[in-house]
């Protein structure tokens, strides 16, 4: 029932820009905060950006700040990752995840692919 579903990821060349979104349903989304997670080939999965539930306060990873952008929709239902300036240390799998802060509940989405690549 609970359910993350990511999309926009792709191939991209250095410099450039992505966009990645992550539309959530199954749980009542207003009370969680969001963040993105990712993991590149033969690394651990870390997190790169997060967002509160009302969206009031974000924070980002030293190695993506001023060039990545979270953002959240509540109306929507969706999270999104402006990506700017793109390296190819950037290439992983981004992951949209969801997690209540009381409680601790968490969700993952499935992944989208992002290629920084000449």
Not at 1 to 16: A, C, D, M, T
Not at 76 to 105: G, R
Request: charged share 15%; with cysteine.
């Amino acid at each position: 029932q609970v359910q993350l579903v990511e999309s926009g990821g792709g191939l991209v060349q250095p410099g450039g820009s992505l966009s990645v979104s992550c539309v959530a349903s199954g749980f009542t989304f207003t009370t969680y905060a969001m963040r993105w997670y990712r993991q590149a080939p033969g690394k651990e999965r870390e997190l790169v950006a997060s967002i509160s539930a009302t969206g009031g306060r974000r924070n980002y990873a030293d190695a993506v700040k001023g060039r990545f952008t979270i953002s959240r929709d509540n109306a929507k239902n969706a999270v999104y990752l402006q990506m700017n300036s793109l390296k190819p240390e950037d290439t992983a799998i981004y992951y949209c995840n969801a997690y209540h802060v009381i409680f601790e509940y968490v969700y993952w989405g499935q992944g989208t692919q992002v290629t920084v690549s000449s």
